[in-house]
């Protein structure tokens, strides 16, 4: 009974939960709730109040009030002005000098006009220097103000440019690393007087190696270095070969030129001198900065002292495109002549494919075309060098004959080595070699020579295939002497005669160089040069009749 009584009494306690929970009480919940929406007003002080809501969702024309504070430009206009002056307003925080700057930009637009006069030309000049003294080193790293300041010194008179290189001159070699300011620097040398280009060569004392392994700094050595004579050249130079030479820059006088002297005479550790020159050259090639010709006079006095490892590595990093940026001079030609000479097949076949597209330009080069000739005398790969060089020299062959430069690999297929045409320089240059890389080679040469004793040109050996087509008769005129035969000889392991009948013949060259001299033949009769080229194609027109 008291068991049916209480399941009664727990029945109707679920009903009367269930009839308050439809009549809209909330059930009890011993769970803790969070502070319900219509409890918000008693907690803040303030009652609510929609105005203070800065952005009411349901009044979607209302804007938010920082929009509402600024106003808006009715055009495209007006944004435009609007646009500049914030810009022009963030460069007067960020420039100091920025209204001079704009000043001198406007006066700078006068100035460079090539139709004004004279006159007005120097007063504006006068007064764009006035406006800038005291200023010069910080305007002259902007883009804007580094062109005013060139075209100031391009016309101002020499006093004027004297007060400018005074205040200049602490802090060349500082301006000397910026890429606007290096304009300026390279501009004032050029119309530096001998003293002031005395005082800045001496204030790279001790800098040099480090400006040439910087982009920018390295055109500021080498513009120093083509305006210095021999002792100024040197003196930059030795900084390079050694730390003894570049602390007592007075150990040195003007006879001893070449390193290879320096190293018994000042009684210099030939092992630290190549490890010094090592440090110093490395990082430039790795850079790939190669393009002046002080790097490349370092490079050859580098190469006669090198070991053979050294040396290999050497002429290894620069055989491929970066050869192309070297040949342009002197020793840089040389530098070239030794990759093709002591590389083997792969960096020659790298080296020629490197220069694919610049043919035309090398080939009219004064020093790159030395490079073609020996190319075209040592490499064995003939198909490779009819695909590449003879290919891109063919559309221009008329160029090529009536040209200093352009005629010489031409004659030098046509009659190889000849002293009248290439003058004792280049020989010898073709002759050069390293000390380290060409010992057990002599031997070799030896043999090649008494292979071809029975020939009368230099260095090229009968062919019975050839039937005599291409003997070579010298000129009474090219006394060459023993030596420079075994020097002259080619290395390549291909016969110099099937080298030459491969290039001129079986690639279509002598066909097409024989039309273009009998299509020129009145011009080529009259022509300095042509000539030459007219005789030598006749002589193997000749032949091949």
Same mark, same amino acid.
């Given at each position: 009974?008291?068991?049916?009584?209480?399941?009664?009494?727990?029945?109707?306690? *679920?009903?009367q939960?269930s009839?308050?929970?439809k009549?809209?009480?909330?059930? #009890?919940?011993?769970?803790?709730?969070f502070v319900?929406k219509?409890?918000?007003?008693s907690?803040?002080?303030?009652?609510f109040?929609? %105005?203070?809501?800065?952005y009411s969702i349901?009044d979607?024309?209302?804007?938010? !009030?920082? #929009?509402?504070?600024?106003?808006?430009p009715?055009s495209? *206009?007006?944004r435009?002005i609007q646009?500049?002056?914030?810009?022009?307003a963030?460069?007067?925080?960020r420039k100091?000098h920025?209204?001079l700057e704009?000043? @001198?930009a406007?006066l700078?637009?006068r100035?460079?006009?090539?139709?004004?006069a004279?006159?007005?030309?120097?007063? /504006?000049?006068s007064?764009a220097i006035?406006k800038?003294?005291g200023?010069?080193?910080?305007?002259?790293?902007s883009h804007?103000s580094s062109?005013?300041?060139?075209?100031?010194?391009k016309?101002c008179?020499q006093e004027? *440019?004297?007060?400018?290189f005074e205040?200049l001159?602490p802090n060349l070699?500082? /301006?000397?690393?910026n890429?606007y300011?290096?304009?300026?620097v390279?501009? &004032?040398l $050029? %119309?530096?007087s001998?003293?002031q280009?005395?005082?800045f060569?001496s204030s790279l004392?001790?800098h040099?190696a480090?400006?040439?392994?910087?982009?920018?700094?390295?055109v500021?050595i080498?513009?120093?270095y083509?305006?210095?004579n021999?002792?100024?050249?040197?003196s930059l130079l /030795?900084?390079?070969?050694?730390?003894e030479?570049?602390l007592?820059?007075?150990l040195v006088t003007?006879k001893?030129r070449?390193l290879?002297?320096l190293i018994?005479?000042l009684g210099?550790n030939?092992?630290?001198?190549?490890?010094?020159?090592a440090?110093?050259?490395?990082? !430039?090639?790795?850079?790939?900065i190669v393009d002046?010709?002080i790097i490349?006079?370092?490079?050859?006095e580098y190469l006669?002292i090198a $070991?053979k490892s050294?040396?290999a590595?050497i002429?290894?990093?620069l055989?491929?495109?970066?050869?192309?940026?070297?040949?342009h001079?002197k020793d840089?030609s040389?530098?070239?002549?030794l990759?093709i000479?002591h590389?083997?097949?792969?960096e020659?076949k790298?080296?020629?494919?490197?220069?694919?597209?610049?043919?035309?330009?090398i080939?009219?080069?004064?020093y790159g075309?030395?490079?073609?000739?020996?190319m075209l005398?040592?490499v064995?790969d003939?198909k490779l060098l009819t695909k590449?060089v003879l290919?891109?020299l063919?559309?221009?062959?008329k160029?090529l004959?009536f040209n200093k430069?352009?005629k010489?690999?031409?004659l030098?297929l046509?009659?190889p =080595?000849?002293?009248?045409y290439?003058?004792p320089?280049?020989?010898a240059?073709?002759?050069?070699?390293v000390?380290?890389?060409?010992?057990?080679?002599?031997?070799e040469v030896a &043999?090649d020579?008494?292979?071809d004793?029975n020939?009368s040109?230099?260095g090229?050996?009968? $062919?019975?295939?050839?039937?005599?087509d291409?003997?070579?008769?010298?000129?009474?005129?090219?006394n060459?002497?023993?030596?420079?035969?075994l020097? @002259?000889?080619?290395?390549g392991k291909?016969?110099p005669?099937?080298r030459r009948l491969?290039?001129l013949v079986?690639s279509?060259l002598?066909?097409?160089? !024989?039309?273009?001299?009998i299509? =020129?033949?009145?011009e080529?009769l009259?022509?300095?040069?042509?000539k030459e080229?007219l005789?030598?194609s006749?002589?193997?027109s000749c032949? /091949?009749?």
């Amino acid at each position: 009974m008291a068991a049916k009584e209480q399941k009664k009494h727990s029945s109707t306690k *679920r009903k009367q939960g269930s009839d308050s929970h439809k009549e809209g009480e909330k059930p #009890f919940s011993k769970k803790a709730k969070f502070v319900e929406k219509s409890n918000v007003k008693s907690i803040s002080n303030k009652p609510f109040n929609s %105005s203070n809501k800065p952005y009411s969702i349901k009044d979607k024309s209302q804007k938010p !009030i920082h #929009f509402q504070e600024k106003n808006d430009p009715k055009s495209n *206009r007006e944004r435009r002005i609007q646009a500049k002056e914030l810009a022009a307003a963030r460069k007067k925080k960020r420039k100091p000098h920025y209204n001079l700057e704009q000043e @001198l930009a406007s006066l700078w637009e006068r100035m460079r006009h090539r139709n004004i006069a004279k006159e007005d030309r120097s007063k /504006l000049v006068s007064e764009a220097i006035q406006k800038m003294m005291g200023k010069i080193c910080e305007i002259a790293v902007s883009h804007v103000s580094s062109r005013v300041l060139q075209t100031c010194a391009k016309y101002c008179s020499q006093e004027e *440019r004297d007060i400018v290189f005074e205040e200049l001159r602490p802090n060349l070699l500082t /301006l000397a690393c910026n890429a606007y300011a290096v304009h300026l620097v390279t501009k &004032m040398l $050029d %119309s530096a007087s001998k003293k002031q280009l005395d005082g800045f060569i001496s204030s790279l004392h001790g800098h040099v190696a480090p400006l040439l392994r910087h982009m920018v700094g390295s055109v500021v050595i080498e513009h120093a270095y083509q305006l210095g004579n021999p002792f100024q050249k040197q003196s930059l130079l /030795l900084e390079l070969y050694s730390a003894e030479l570049q602390l007592f820059k007075d150990l040195v006088t003007m006879k001893e030129r070449r390193l290879s002297d320096l190293i018994p005479k000042l009684g210099l550790n030939k092992g630290s001198v190549i490890r010094h020159m090592a440090s110093v050259i490395q990082p !430039i090639l790795e850079k790939g900065i190669v393009d002046h010709s002080i790097i490349h006079t370092a490079l050859i006095e580098y190469l006669n002292i090198a $070991d053979k490892s050294s040396a290999a590595e050497i002429l290894e990093q620069l055989s491929g495109p970066l050869l192309v940026r070297i040949i342009h001079t002197k020793d840089g030609s040389k530098l070239g002549m030794l990759c093709i000479k002591h590389g083997g097949a792969k960096e020659r076949k790298k080296i020629i494919k490197g220069m694919k597209g610049h043919i035309e330009k090398i080939a009219l080069d004064q020093y790159g075309c030395m490079v073609l000739v020996c190319m075209l005398s040592i490499v064995d790969d003939t198909k490779l060098l009819t695909k590449i060089v003879l290919r891109e020299l063919q559309p221009i062959l008329k160029e090529l004959v009536f040209n200093k430069n352009g005629k010489r690999p031409l004659l030098q297929l046509l009659h190889p =080595n000849c002293q009248r045409y290439l003058g004792p320089e280049n020989l010898a240059a073709l002759s050069l070699s390293v000390p380290s890389l060409c010992k057990g080679e002599g031997t070799e040469v030896a &043999m090649d020579l008494e292979k071809d004793k029975n020939t009368s040109g230099v260095g090229e050996s009968s $062919d019975n295939d050839v039937k005599g087509d291409f003997e070579d008769n010298l000129p009474e005129d090219d006394n060459i002497s023993a030596k420079d035969k075994l020097q @002259l000889v080619s290395v390549g392991k291909k016969d110099p005669s099937t080298r030459r009948l491969e290039l001129l013949v079986n690639s279509g060259l002598a066909e097409g160089l !024989i039309d273009t001299c009998i299509e =020129n033949a009145e011009e080529l009769l009259k022509s300095k040069f042509g000539k030459e080229v007219l005789y030598e194609s006749h002589c193997v027109s000749c032949c /091949l009749v």
